[in-house]
């Protein structure tokens, strides 16, 4: 299949394209390339490239940063995808596109379904929902997934801030009133390929298996990183007063996923053994 993949520098996208490079024709572009705001940026490089698929792995993604720059956070992350969303139908090509555990308010209690109902509880959620609502009402070919709490070799994340800091600090203080589960991207480029490849459309939840607070995922990482000497303690989201509000419990049900493809992700923990392995490891040919 001829797929192109955007934001291609990103966690996420880079992630795709070396996956999918294996087995299909790939090409990416990232903001360098083109402005996902700008409709005719979007037709041009879905023009030159002329994919069968194009998967949007780009996105503004700085969550805090969204409450202040709330202009350019829906241009990217609605409008952006509305563009795609209209190009694709136009062309007959596939559009992948990836949203948030962050579109629900997390009060449920239980696992979020892929219909449950979106209640945004800040800026980011809300531009993702928008953009979901984009999508769907343009109506291209779509799979739309769903993920949370991502991390990978190529982006700030959690995990890289809470070494880096650690390194530095000794002492910690993480968030334990946010549950969700942490999500390795090699993990879900993998998910999604599988999606791909099935043939799979409309809205699916990916997520590694399991969950855990920040300071749960914190304490992990720290304890197979070896660093004993940190001074880790639990907060809660009060006292840290970030700019966005953040679900309490945004666990994503994947029993979709699951019933689809007969596969379930890996627990969160083996994903982040393996990461902080693969991180250490210099990136062979
Ligand atoms: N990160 C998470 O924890 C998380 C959780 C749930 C869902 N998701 C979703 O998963 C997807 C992938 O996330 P990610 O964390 O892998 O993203 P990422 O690492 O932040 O990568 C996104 C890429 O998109 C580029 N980009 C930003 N604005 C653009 C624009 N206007 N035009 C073209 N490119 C633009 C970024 O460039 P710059 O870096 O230069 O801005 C970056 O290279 C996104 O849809 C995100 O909303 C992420």
Redesign the pocket.
Not at 9 to 13: C, F, K, P, S, T
Not at 34 to 37: Q, R
């Given at each position: 299949m001829r797929i192109l993949v955007?934001?291609d520098?990103?966690?996420?996208?880079s992630d795709l394209c070396r996956l999918l490079a294996a087995s299909h024709e790939v090409t990416g572009a990232?903001?360098d390339d083109?402005?996902?705001?700008s409709f005719s940026d979007c037709r041009s490089i879905v023009a030159e490239r002329d994919p069968e698929a194009v998967i949007?792995?780009?996105?503004?993604?700085n969550v805090d940063a969204c409450e202040t720059d709330r202009d350019r956070c829906f241009?990217?992350?609605a409008e952006?995808v509305g563009h795609l969303a209209r190009i694709c139908r136009e062309r007959g090509a596939l559009l992948v596109?990836?949203?948030?555990?962050?579109v629900f308010d997390g009060t449920k209690g239980t696992p979020y379904e892929e219909d449950d109902p979106c209640r945004p509880v800040s800026a980011y959620g809300s531009s993702?929902h928008l953009g979901e609502c984009r999508l769907l009402e343009e109506g291209p070919e779509f799979l739309l997934v769903?993920?949370?709490?991502?991390?990978?070799l190529?982006?700030?994340?959690f995990v890289e801030t809470i070494l880096a800091k650690a390194k530095r600090e000794k002492v910690l203080r993480v968030v334990d009133d946010q549950v969700g589960s942490p999500?390795c991207?090699t993990d879900l480029a993998a998910a999604v390929k599988i999606l791909v490849e099935g043939g799979r459309r409309g809205i699916f939840h990916v997520t590694n298996r399991g969950t855990c607070s920040w300071y749960r995922f914190a304490e992990k990482i720290l304890a197979l990183s070896g660093m004993k000497d940190v001074d880790l303690s639990p907060m809660t989201s009060e006292e840290l007063g970030r700019p966005a509000h953040r679900p309490a419990w945004s666990v994503l049900s994947t029993r979709k996923f699951t019933g689809a493809t007969g596969k379930t992700l890996r627990f969160w923990q083996v994903a982040l053994e393996d990461y902080l392995r693969s991180r250490r490891e210099p990136a062979g040919d």
């Open positions: 955007l934001g520098r990103g966690m996420l996208g990232d903001i083109f402005d996902l705001t949007n792995a780009a996105a503004y993604t241009q990217v992350n952006g596109h990836f949203s948030t555990d962050y993702k769903r993920t949370a709490w991502l991390y990978g190529n982006g700030k994340n999500t991207t």
